[in-house]
């Protein structure tokens, strides 16, 4: 007989028992593997490559080296419990969260992913995990590394250097969104070199400015002489105007604006290209090759 707080406490408080109906399918095992199963819709398969039923994949079609180990937490729980008729597969789209291991697999077709820049993984060892949220912690780094070795896990040479492709996308998209990602020290470089061409074309204009002010006197003042006692005429009234109003627009607002943005490129500098500033453009933590 229940105790009388056995009779009280709910069902799967304190990480006790819970009956869940509608979280208990029941995994159609196949001949081969060898199955860890959970009192709440959790299981640990050793067995064969198999992302569906039991002809899917190379444990299927009986190749060697096949071998796979499937962790998978909530089978099928996107469908609904009463569409379910009998045991059920291996689901990589409906299953809740799952790591799979596989030693000879089509893991981007099994998982659906795009193929980016890369070649689709045919016939290779391959892991990958799959939930709502993926989460990669360590406690002081992590580090995504690819062709560490000169071959692949059937003895094959590698040849690729495909690198790692972030692809924010179902497999709906077109290659063509790809791009390279950004080396932000080669990036700072090309600014800081950028950005001393532009002081450059400040002063090339400043210069040409000067000049061009010291033309405008030389024109303004210039006057012709008559063969009437070689006396000069009088100076262009137009001429003087134009130059008064050149004046005005050369020193309160050109001269002003180029200063303005001589100040402006140094805090440009200043904010974005200085390592430590808090806008630098490059992380402090963060490296790619």
């Known amino acids: 007989m229940p105790t009388e707080n056995e009779k009280t406490t709910p069902q799967g408080f304190g990480n006790t028992e819970k009956h869940e109906p509608n979280n208990n399918p029941a995994y159609n095992q196949a001949p081969n593997d060898v199955v860890i199963k959970g009192n709440s819709n959790s299981f640990i398969v050793l067995g064969r490559d198999r992302p569906g039923g039991l002809k899917s994949g190379y444990g299927g079609k009986g190749h060697n080296k096949s071998g796979a180990i499937d962790i998978v937490a909530g089978r099928v729980s996107s469908i609904k419990t009463s569409v379910i008729n009998g045991p059920v597969n291996p689901n990589f789209g409906a299953d809740s969260a799952r790591i799979y291991l596989t030693q000879k697999g089509d893991i981007d077709a099994y998982f659906n992913i795009p193929r980016g820049n890369a070649a689709y993984s045919v016939a290779r060892s391959a892991v990958a995990m799959k939930?709502?949220?993926?989460?990669?912690?360590?406690?002081?780094?992590?580090?995504?590394?690819?062709?560490?070795?000169?071959?692949?896990?059937?003895?094959?040479?590698?040849?690729?250097?495909?690198?790692?492709?972030?692809?924010?996308?179902?497999?709906?998209?077109?290659?063509?969104?790809?791009?390279?990602?950004?080396?932000?020290?080669?990036?700072?470089?090309?600014?800081?070199?950028?950005?001393?061409?532009?002081?450059?074309?400040?002063?090339?204009?400043?210069?040409?400015?000067?000049?061009?002010?010291?033309?405008?006197?030389?024109?303004?003042?210039?006057?012709?002489?008559?063969?009437?006692?070689?006396k000069p005429t009088q100076e262009s009234r137009e001429v003087n105007l134009a130059m008064k109003s050149f004046s005005i627009t050369m020193n309160g607002i050109v001269k002003l604006d180029n200063n303005k943005q001589v100040y402006n490129l140094s805090l440009f500098s200043t904010d974005y290209l200085s390592e430590g500033s808090q806008n630098c453009i490059t992380s402090k933590y963060h490296k790619l090759n």
């Open 131 to 230: 939930a709502d949220d993926i989460r990669i912690i360590g406690r002081e780094s992590v580090k995504i590394v690819t062709k560490t070795d000169a071959i692949t896990s059937t003895n094959d040479s590698v040849l690729a250097i495909n690198g790692v492709q972030l692809i924010a996308k179902d497999n709906t998209y077109t290659d063509e969104d790809m791009q390279p990602m950004v080396k932000g020290n080669n990036l700072r470089s090309a600014l800081e070199v950028l950005s001393s061409r532009i002081f450059d074309l400040q002063g090339i204009l400043l210069t040409f400015m000067q000049a061009q002010e010291a033309f405008n006197r030389q024109v303004q003042t210039h006057k012709h002489y008559t063969d009437y006692y070689a």
